[in-house]
């Protein structure tokens, strides 16, 4: 199916554990993002990416890894996670971000305990 | 710090009114403006984008649009229930960022 796809739905980890949310988008969009959603707070960026290979800080990149080898995938690392992560992680994509629509996926409940 | 805000609301508005939503940002070179829609549980969808000043319309939904003032609005005529959802507004900045402010959320009594 076309589309912007996140895994998993949802995902329960312990302080301290590494995790990974999967982002997979079929369009081929150039741009990818990550955003956290919090209660007061909107949806803030965490990193972008403007192709394959090319990564760049949001808001609020800190506890954060990203990484894009291939156009279509571009999955968040939490390096060690903290009770403070527990959020709703969307990921997005647009073709050409100033001119047109950032397509976003299901979403991403992650909490933290 | 780029910034984007927006009153958290809610918005009250009866079925059948206009519900105006407002938008400033901090940024000012920033050249593409939005409007998503996001209903509780669900990620945002695009409702309405804008790029000059001036207004754009669309079916019931109008964005208005002031760079001199940093403003952008949203118009919504004919308020309807299903309406009823937070309401985003989000700005590209010059490094094709797209910063959203924190939403409103909009409810609309039958």
């Known amino acids: 199916d076309a589309g912007i796809t996140q895994s998993p739905r949802y995902k329960i980890t312990e302080t301290g554990r590494q995790v990974t949310l999967m982002c997979h988008q079929t369009w081929s969009h150039s741009y990818m993002f990550w955003y956290r959603q919090d209660l007061g707070h909107g949806l803030r960026l965490i990193y972008y990416?403007?192709?394959?290979?090319?990564?760049d800080k949001g808001e609020v990149p800190d506890g954060y890894v990203v990484s894009r080898s291939k156009t279509e995938n571009f999955p968040l690392t939490l390096e060690s996670a903290t009770r403070s992560q527990t959020s709703v992680y969307f990921c997005?994509?647009?073709?050409?971000?100033?001119?047109?629509?950032?397509?976003f996926g299901q979403g991403t409940r992650l909490t933290v305990v | 710090q780029k910034e984007v805000e927006q009153n958290s609301g809610p918005l009250s508005v009866p079925e059948g009114a206009i519900a105006s939503l407002n938008c400033t940002y901090s940024?000012?070179?920033?050249?593409?403006f939005f409007w998503y829609r996001q209903y509780s549980g669900k990620s945002p969808e695009l409702i309405m984008s804008?790029?000059?000043?001036g207004d754009k319309e669309d079916g019931r939904f109008t964005a208005q649009l002031n760079k001199a003032s940093q403003y952008v609005s949203l118009l919504i005529r004919d308020s309807q229930p299903s309406d009823s959802a937070t309401y985003l507004c989000?700005?590209?900045?010059?490094?094709?960022?797209?910063?959203f402010g924190s939403g409103t959320r909009l409810l609309v009594r039958p």
């Open positions: 940024d000012r070179v920033s050249q593409s």
């Open positions: 989000a700005v590209m900045d010059s490094s094709y960022k797209l910063i």
């Open positions: 990416s403007a192709a394959a290979d090319i990564t």
């Open positions: 804008i790029y000059s000043n």
């Open positions: 997005a994509s647009s073709e050409a971000p100033g001119l047109g629509e950032a397509f």
